[in-house]
C-alpha cells in the first residue's frame, strides 16, 4: 500500500516538475533563484528561512529492500552473540519533522507529510520486526509551529535542541534495556558555553544564488561533563570537572589501532574491560558545536565513546570500529548506529553489510595457506571446497597502510571474477577487509588472487569466516 501510494506521488512529482518554472526572486525572502535547478545541491526555500534538499527531503521513496533488513537482523544477531545490542538511529528528513515549514511547491513536486512519515515509520516497524532495535527519532524530533527548530535552516544538520531531543530518546530505549542495571554509572552535566556558528557546505552552494545573506547555521554550544558530586556508586573514571573526553577534538580519536607493529588482529587476546557505549555514525554524531554525544552520556549516565566519522557516508565508522582491536577485544555494552535515513544501505551491494556482520560475528578462524607473490603485493590461495556464497574471506594484511585490496576470484574452469574494497580517506586504516564469497558461479570458486596497492605487511593472513556459528 505505501509503494503504491509513493509510485502514484512520483509519477506526478515527475508530471509537475515538467510544467513548474524556477520560483522567482520576488518569491524568496532572501532574493534567491533557481535554488531547485541547482546541479550540485537542489534545494526549496520554506518558511522561516528553512531550506529543504530536494533529493532529501522533498523525494520520499526511502530504499530499506528487504534484503537489507533481512542483513540488519544477521548484524544484530551477529553482535548479540559478542554481548552487544544494535540500536539504530536513523536521523529522519527536515521535511518529515518540520512540514509546517515546507513551501506550497513542495506539494507541487508530490510531497505529502503523511506519507513521507508512514514510509520512514515503515521502516522502522520493519527493522523492529526482524529484531532489530531502533528508535523513532521522527516522532522525537516532531516540531509543532513556534517551538524551537531541531535542524539549522540552511544546513542539513540537526541543531543542538535536535541532537539533545534525538539523545533522550535513545537513552529512553536504553535505560529500558535488561542490560543496562549492570552497566556502570557516571553522573554529567551539561553546561552551556554560548553561541557557535557551524562551518556549512550546503550553505554556501545556497548563498551562491540568493543576493541577501540566508541564516548562518548559528546553535548554543554545550560541555558535557563529569559531575563535580557524583551519585554514589557512580563511575570515577578521573576527569573530574574537565569537559567529558568523547573524542570530538582536533587531535585523531586513539580506537587501538596503532598498537601492534604489523597491525595483526589478536581475537584471542586478554579480554578488556567493556565500555557501556559505542557510537558510530557521520556528521550528525561527529559535529562538536551540537555535542550529541554528550547529550546522549549525560541522559543514558553512562560513558559513551564516539567513533564517528564526518565525510565517510553511513559505513566508514562502523567499518573502521567493527574491524579495530577495540572492538575485537572488547565489544561494547550497546553500539548506537547513527546513520541518517535517506541513506540507501545496499546502495554498493552486499560487501559493506556482510562485512559488519563477519566482523560482527568473530567468526573468521579458519586458516587459508597463501603463497606470497614477488614484492609481497600479491597473495594466491586455494579456496577449500567447503566455501559457500554465504561464506566470508577476512584478510588481514599484515599492514596499517593497506586501503585498497582487489580479489580475483578464479572458477576450476578458469573464468575469473574481480571485486575490489576501497577504504576512504576518512577511515581509520587497519589493514583488514573482508569479501563475501557469494554471486559467483554455482561451483564456487576455486582459487582466489589478492593484490593490494601498497605491498602486504610481513605475514598477510587469510581466512574463511563460518556464518554458522554466529
Given at each position: 500500500?505505501?509503494?503504491?501510494?509513493?509510485?502514484?506521488?512520483?509519477?506526478?512529482?515527475?508530471?509537475?516538475?515538467?510544467?513548474?518554472?524556477?520560483?522567482?526572486?520576488?518569491?524568496?525572502?532572501?532574493?534567491?533563484?533557481?535554488?531547485?535547478?541547482?546541479?550540485?545541491?537542489?534545494?526549496?526555500?520554506?518558511?522561516?528561512?528553512?531550506?529543504?534538499?530536494?533529493?532529501?527531503?522533498?523525494?520520499?521513496?526511502?530504499?530499506?529492500?528487504?534484503?537489507?533488513?533481512?542483513?540488519?537482523?544477521?548484524?544484530?544477531?551477529?553482535?548479540?552473540?559478542?554481548?552487544?545490542?544494535?540500536?539504530?538511529?536513523?536521523?529522519?528528513?527536515?521535511?518529515?519533522?518540520?512540514?509546517?515549514?515546507?513551501?506550497?511547491?513542495?506539494?507541487?513536486?508530490?510531497?505529502?507529510v503523511d506519507t513521507?512519515?508512514?514510509?520512514?515509520?515503515?521502516?522502522?516497524?520493519?527493522?523492529?520486526?526482524?529484531?532489530?532495535?531502533?528508535?523513532?527519532?521522527?516522532?522525537?524530533?516532531?516540531?509543532?509551529?513556534?517551538?524551537?527548530?531541531?535542524?539549522?535552516?540552511?544546513?542539513?544538520?540537526?541543531?543542538?535542541?535536535?541532537?539533545?531531543?534525538?539523545?533522550?530518546?535513545?537513552?529512553?530505549?536504553?535505560?529500558?534495556?535488561?542490560s543496562y542495571d549492570?552497566?556502570?554509572?557516571?553522573?554529567?552535566?551539561?553546561?552551556?558555553?554560548?553561541?557557535?556558528?557551524?562551518?556549512?557546505?550546503?550553505?554556501?552552494?545556497?548563498?551562491?544564488?540568493?543576493?541577501?545573506?540566508?541564516?548562518?547555521?548559528?546553535?548554543?554550544?554545550?560541555?558535557?561533563?563529569?559531575?563535580?558530586?557524583?551519585?554514589?556508586?557512580?563511575?570515577?573514571?578521573?576527569?573530574?570537572?574537565?569537559?567529558?573526553?568523547?573524542?570530538?577534538?582536533?587531535?585523531?580519536?586513539?580506537?587501538?589501532?596503532?598498537?601492534?607493529?604489523?597491525?595483526?588482529?589478536?581475537?584471542?587476546?586478554?579480554?578488556?574491560?567493556?565500555?557501556?557505549?559505542?557510537?558510530?555514525?557521520?556528521?550528525?554524531?561527529?559535529?562538536?558545536?551540537?555535542?550529541?554525544?554528550?547529550?546522549?552520556?549525560?541522559?543514558?549516565?553512562?560513558?559513551?565513546?564516539?567513533?564517528?566519522?564526518?565525510?565517510?557516508?553511513?559505513?566508514?565508522?562502523?567499518?573502521?570500529?567493527?574491524?579495530?582491536?577495540?572492538?575485537?577485544?572488547?565489544?561494547?555494552?550497546?553500539?548506537?548506529?547513527?546513520?541518517?535515513?535517506?541513506?540507501?544501505?545496499?546502495?554498493?551491494?552486499?560487501?559493506?553489510?556482510?562485512?559488519?556482520?563477519?566482523?560482527?560475528?568473530?567468526?573468521?578462524?579458519?586458516?587459508?595457506?597463501?603463497?606470497?607473490?614477488?614484492?609481497?603485493r600479491t597473495l594466491?590461495?586455494?579456496?577449500?571446497?567447503?566455501?559457500?556464497?554465504?561464506?566470508?574471506?577476512?584478510?588481514?594484511?599484515?599492514?596499517?597502510?593497506?586501503?585498497?585490496?582487489?580479489?580475483?576470484?578464479?572458477?576450476?574452469?578458469?573464468?575469473?571474477?574481480?571485486?575490489?574494497?576501497?577504504?576512504?580517506?576518512?577511515?581509520?586504516?587497519?589493514?583488514?577487509?573482508?569479501?563475501?564469497?557469494?554471486?559467483?558461479?554455482?561451483?564456487?570458486?576455486?582459487?582466489?588472487?589478492?593484490?593490494?596497492?601498497?605491498?602486504?605487511?610481513?605475514?598477510?593472513?587469510?581466512?574463511?569466516?563460518?556464518?554458522?556459528?554466529?
Amino acid at each position: 500500500m505505501i509503494r503504491d501510494t509513493v509510485r502514484r506521488f512520483a509519477v506526478r512529482a515527475l508530471a509537475l516538475a515538467v510544467l513548474a518554472a524556477p520560483a522567482a526572486a520576488e518569491d524568496s525572502a532572501f532574493g534567491c533563484v533557481g535554488l531547485d535547478q541547482d546541479a550540485d545541491l537542489p534545494v526549496i526555500e520554506g518558511r522561516d528561512g528553512m531550506f529543504f534538499r530536494v533529493t532529501q527531503d522533498i523525494w520520499m521513496q526511502r530504499r530499506y529492500s528487504d534484503g537489507a533488513v533481512a542483513e540488519m537482523a544477521d548484524l544484530s544477531a551477529a553482535l548479540a552473540a559478542r554481548g552487544t545490542t544494535l540500536i539504530l538511529a536513523l536521523v529522519p528528513t527536515k521535511a518529515a519533522t518540520m512540514p509546517h515549514l515546507l513551501p506550497e511547491r513542495a506539494a507541487w513536486m508530490g510531497f505529502d507529510v503523511d506519507t513521507a512519515v508512514a514510509v520512514q515509520r515503515d521502516i522502522h516497524d520493519r527493522l523492529n520486526a526482524a529484531g532489530v532495535a531502533t528508535v523513532d527519532l521522527q516522532a522525537a524530533l516532531f516540531t509543532e509551529p513556534g517551538a524551537p527548530h531541531p535542524f539549522f535552516r540552511a544546513d542539513t544538520h540537526w541543531n543542538a535542541v535536535g541532537a539533545e531531543r534525538a539523545a533522550e530518546a535513545l537513552a529512553a530505549e536504553i535505560r529500558a534495556h535488561p542490560s543496562y542495571d549492570g552497566l556502570p554509572k557516571t553522573a554529567f552535566e551539561t553546561v552551556a558555553m554560548g553561541p557557535a556558528t557551524v562551518f556549512s557546505a550546503m550553505r554556501r552552494i545556497v548563498q551562491k544564488r540568493c543576493r541577501q545573506t540566508i541564516p548562518e547555521p548559528v546553535t548554543t554550544r554545550y560541555e558535557t561533563r563529569i559531575d563535580a558530586a557524583p551519585a554514589i556508586g557512580a563511575l570515577d573514571i578521573g576527569l573530574d570537572d574537565a569537559p567529558l573526553d568523547i573524542g570530538l577534538e582536533d587531535a585523531p580519536l586513539d580506537i587501538g589501532l596503532d598498537d601492534g607493529a604489523d597491525g595483526a588482529l589478536d581475537i584471542f587476546g586478554a579480554e578488556a574491560e567493556r565500555l557501556p557505549i559505542a557510537l558510530v555514525g557521520t556528521s550528525f554524531s561527529d559535529l562538536p558545536e551540537v555535542n550529541f554525544p554528550g547529550f546522549l552520556a549525560q541522559h543514558a549516565g553512562v560513558e559513551v565513546i564516539n567513533y564517528a566519522i564526518t565525510g565517510g557516508g553511513q559505513y566508514s565508522a562502523i567499518a573502521s570500529y567493527l574491524t579495530s582491536d577495540d572492538f575485537q577485544t572488547a565489544p561494547p555494552s550497546f553500539l548506537i548506529w547513527e546513520s541518517p535515513i535517506y541513506l540507501n544501505p545496499t546502495n554498493d551491494g552486499d560487501q559493506p553489510l556482510r562485512e559488519l556482520i563477519a566482523a560482527a560475528g568473530g567468526t573468521c578462524t579458519v586458516p587459508v595457506d597463501v603463497v606470497v607473490g614477488e614484492g609481497n603485493r600479491t597473495l594466491r590461495a586455494d579456496l577449500p571446497t567447503t566455501l559457500g556464497p554465504e561464506s566470508t574471506l577476512f584478510l588481514d594484511t599484515g599492514s596499517r597502510s593497506s586501503r585498497e585490496v582487489s580479489f580475483r576470484f578464479v572458477s576450476a574452469e578458469g573464468r575469473t571474477r574481480t571485486r575490489v574494497v576501497r577504504r576512504g580517506e576518512r577511515m581509520r586504516l587497519n589493514g583488514r577487509f573482508y569479501m563475501p564469497a557469494g554471486g559467483l558461479w554455482s561451483g564456487g570458486a576455486a582459487a582466489v588472487e589478492i593484490t593490494g596497492r601498497l605491498p602486504f605487511g610481513a605475514e598477510p593472513r587469510l581466512f574463511t569466516c563460518d556464518p554458522t556459528q554466529s
